[in-house]
């Protein structure tokens, strides 16, 4: 069994890291409570995908354990396999969402962050209401403005 020391590197003390395919199906179908050829069939459904050994067999990560029994616990409710596939499929893409959205909060942020920096290093320049136009001082300038006919 590999497991990982503790500076996370590949060793050979310790349990095994989530995504690390080690249990084989008779294993993984007892820590899920489910029968081996249920396993078979929500891989061939695609509900789980185990790793594979050289020679082919299956071989189950701790989080592949967990998804089994989040599965056993919507099909018990009642819930048929494809209305299963549509909520793990759901609960991914909500997943991705957030992790795509925390990126973004945290591009913001670093946009903020700059700006504040670029405005703070900037000279003072007197504000105006009329920001495009120039500070200056009142004139006595007459505009004559005639339309076309």
Not at 117 to 142: D, E, I, K
């Amino acid at each position: 069994m590999v497991g990982r020391d503790a500076s996370g590197r590949p060793g050979p003390l310790g349990p095994p890291g989530e995504e690390e395919a080690v249990y084989v199906i008779s294993v993984a179908a007892q820590l899920s409570g489910l029968h081996p050829q249920t396993l078979r069939t929500y891989e061939r459904v695609g509900l789980i995908t185990p790793g594979r050994t050289g020679g082919g067999g299956r071989r189950y990560s701790y989080r592949d354990i967990e998804r089994l029994r989040e599965i056993a616990q919507l099909t018990a409710s009642g819930i048929g396999i494809e209305g299963v596939k549509r909520i793990l499929d759901l609960e991914n893409a909500v997943t991705a969402l957030r992790v795509r959205n925390a990126e973004l909060v945290a591009e913001l942020e670093a946009a903020r962050e700059a700006l504040r920096q670029a405005a703070a290093a900037r000279p003072a320049v007197p504000r105006s209401n009329l920001p495009a136009l120039p500070s200056a001082t009142v004139g006595q300038s007459v505009v004559v403005w005639r339309r076309n006919p």
